[in-house]
């Protein structure tokens, strides 16, 4: 591809794109005749003082989304609708990629992702040294763990409620390597920052080398004061390892300030790039120390490259990363993660003052985002699931916690107040018997 037009793609977030792709939105008669469009009329309209404007974030998500009208999705945990001018540079790049085939990948591709690493450095807050492009978030973590230098008897602290596919790694590393698993019980609705702090401090040992904190849990969206725990671990000499893949492009912070010494994310939750890509982050200084999942005896052992010698991948999402950073960069994670709050709080407000209905979600701010979780006294998580859907076209998840069940809601920035109106009332109707 001409590195002209791909800049104009990447960095004007979508240039000439295919106008099929636009869904909804797009007619003959659509001022809106490029996704470029979008960007240049959105440009500097969000800020704080229209988070709570319903009539703008209608508007929005006319502009911006193309949303199946047969539900209401509140189910945005699992990976993030991709954005209009998103989705349309990604049929793009799918259709030159299959267009020039190889000869394309061969010539010109490597060259051309030096400015994705460029567009994830500069969103990130991370040197291009430091990051390493996966699959996705829990690809991105088994690196770290099975790369990790442990040796018989050392530990890990982790919780009940990091997730599943992260602590199954690290029994099957204490199986192998015979490592000592620590887990701690983290209050659902904790007391303080300082509380949880306590909790993990307390659980390090002489032994202990590695801490896996979960930033925000997927189970009921509660955020863990990451930066206070790396910075208690990193003063008794224990390094941090963080599950950030609900948390990014969601909470406001770069990836350096968490304090954190290596962290895998994902970018198809809430940086809404498509499906199948994912982030790795390690501070310079500890690259050295792990090693390869995969062969490669070509890069340098301070190289992150390494880790990553993966074969070929879905060049197209990788190229959209930089229109998904362009969407984040408009909107502003600021902006996003008060909108975000703000729903959240909306419903979880009400929905908690119902009768038989508890929430499970620290709803202060700062302790949690978008999402958040509840259970009727009564009724099993299955059926509440089953009964939003079937009776008010609104549709959650169940996740296990260590003692309970519970519903998981995740609005997403195409969801209004009507939606969540639309919950609570199906709630209401499920407390009432």
């Given at each position: 591809?001409?590195?002209?037009?791909?800049?104009k793609?990447?960095?004007?977030?979508?240039?000439?794109?295919?106008?099929?792709?636009?869904?909804?939105?797009?007619?003959?008669?659509?001022?809106?005749?490029?996704?470029?469009?979008?960007?240049?009329?959105?440009?500097?309209?969000?800020?704080?003082?229209?988070?709570?404007?319903?009539?703008?974030?209608?508007?929005?998500?006319?502009?911006?989304?193309?949303?199946?009208?047969?539900?209401?999705?509140?189910?945005?945990?699992?990976?993030?609708?991709?954005?209009?001018?998103?989705?349309?540079?990604?049929?793009?790049?799918?259709?030159?990629?299959?267009?020039?085939?190889?000869?394309?990948?061969?010539?010109?591709?490597?060259?051309?992702?030096?400015m994705?690493?460029?567009?994830?450095?500069?969103f990130?807050?991370?040197?291009?040294?430091?990051?390493?492009?996966?699959?996705?978030?829990?690809?991105?973590?088994?690196?770290?763990?099975?790369?990790?230098?442990?040796?018989?008897?050392?530990?890990?602290?982790?919780?009940?409620?990091?997730?599943?596919?992260?602590?199954?790694?690290?029994?099957?590393?204490e199986?192998?390597?015979?490592?000592?698993?620590?887990?701690?019980?983290?209050?659902?609705?904790?007391?303080?920052?300082?509380?949880?702090?306590?909790?993990?401090?307390?659980?390090?040992?002489?032994?202990?080398?590695?801490?896996?904190?979960t930033?925000?849990?997927?189970?009921?969206?509660?955020?863990?004061p990451v930066?206070?725990?790396?910075?208690?671990?990193?003063?008794?000499?224990?390094?941090?390892?963080?599950?950030?893949?609900?948390?990014?492009?969601?909470?406001?912070?770069?990836?350096?300030?968490?304090?954190?010494?290596?962290?895998?994310?994902?970018?198809?939750?809430?940086?809404?790039n498509?499906?199948?890509?994912g982030?790795?982050?390690?501070?310079?200084?500890?690259?050295?120390?792990?090693?390869?999942?995969?062969?490669?005896?070509?890069?340098?052992?301070?190289?992150?490259?390494?880790?990553?010698?993966?074969?070929?991948?879905?060049?197209?999402?990788?190229?959209t990363?930089?229109?998904?950073?362009?969407?984040?960069?408009?909107?502003?994670?600021?902006?996003?993660?008060?909108?975000?709050?703000?729903?959240?709080?909306?419903?979880?407000?009400k929905?908690?003052?119902?009768?038989?209905?508890?929430?499970?979600?620290?709803?202060?701010?700062?302790?949690?985002?978008?999402?958040?979780?509840?259970?009727?006294?009564?009724?099993?998580?299955?059926?509440?699931?089953?009964?939003?859907?079937?009776?008010?076209?609104?549709?959650?998840?169940?996740?296990q916690?260590?003692?309970?069940?519970?519903?998981?809601?995740?609005?997403?920035?195409?969801?209004?107040?009507a939606?969540?109106?639309?919950?609570?009332?199906?709630?209401?109707?499920?407390?009432?018997?």
């Amino acid at each position: 591809m001409n590195r002209r037009k791909l800049f104009k793609i990447l960095g004007a977030g979508v240039g000439s794109l295919p106008l099929m792709a636009y869904g909804r939105n797009y007619n003959e008669q659509s001022p809106l005749k490029h996704p470029n469009d979008l960007f240049e009329q959105w440009e500097g309209k969000f800020s704080e003082a229209v988070v709570n404007d319903e009539a703008f974030w209608q508007s929005f998500a006319v502009d911006f989304y193309d949303i199946s009208p047969d539900f209401i999705n509140l189910e945005n945990g699992y990976f993030g609708v991709q954005p209009i001018p998103v989705n349309a540079a990604y049929h793009q790049f799918v259709d030159k990629v299959n267009r020039e085939s190889s000869r394309y990948m061969r010539m010109d591709y490597w060259n051309d992702w030096q400015m994705v690493m460029d567009s994830l450095a500069g969103f990130t807050g991370a040197s291009k040294e430091e990051l390493l492009v996966t699959r996705n978030a829990t690809e991105a973590l088994n690196i770290l763990i099975n790369g990790f230098p442990f040796k018989a008897g050392d530990e890990v602290i982790l919780q009940h409620h990091d997730y599943h596919s992260m602590i199954e790694a690290f029994q099957m590393l204490e199986k192998r390597k015979g490592i000592k698993l620590k887990f701690i019980d983290v209050p659902l609705l904790p007391k303080s920052d300082d509380e949880i702090v306590k909790l993990y401090e307390s659980a390090i040992s002489p032994v202990t080398t590695l801490v896996l904190v979960t930033h925000l849990t997927h189970l009921t969206g509660q955020v863990l004061p990451v930066k206070k725990i790396c910075e208690m671990a990193r003063n008794k000499g224990v390094e941090v390892m963080v599950d950030a893949a609900h948390s990014f492009a969601h909470l406001n912070y770069k990836l350096a300030d968490l304090g954190a010494d290596m962290v895998g994310v994902n970018l198809h939750k809430w940086y809404a790039n498509p499906l199948g890509a994912g982030l790795l982050y390690v501070k310079k200084e500890k690259i050295n120390k792990l090693s390869p999942m995969f062969g490669d005896f070509t890069q340098a052992a301070d190289s992150i490259n390494k880790l990553g010698h993966f074969g070929t991948l879905a060049s197209p999402a990788l190229l959209t990363i930089p229109v998904a950073g362009k969407f984040n960069n408009l909107v502003t994670i600021k902006v996003k993660q008060a909108r975000l709050h703000y729903l959240k709080a909306y419903w979880t407000s009400k929905a908690a003052a119902m009768k038989r209905v508890e929430v499970h979600t620290p709803l202060a701010p700062g302790q949690s985002g978008a999402i958040a979780a509840f259970s009727v006294a009564g009724i099993s998580a299955d059926d509440t699931v089953k009964r939003l859907l079937d009776e008010y076209g609104v549709f959650t998840v169940k996740r296990q916690l260590k003692d309970r069940e519970v519903v998981r809601v995740t609005p997403n920035l195409y969801n209004s107040v009507a939606d969540l109106n639309r919950l609570l009332k199906g709630i209401e109707g499920l407390s009432r018997g």
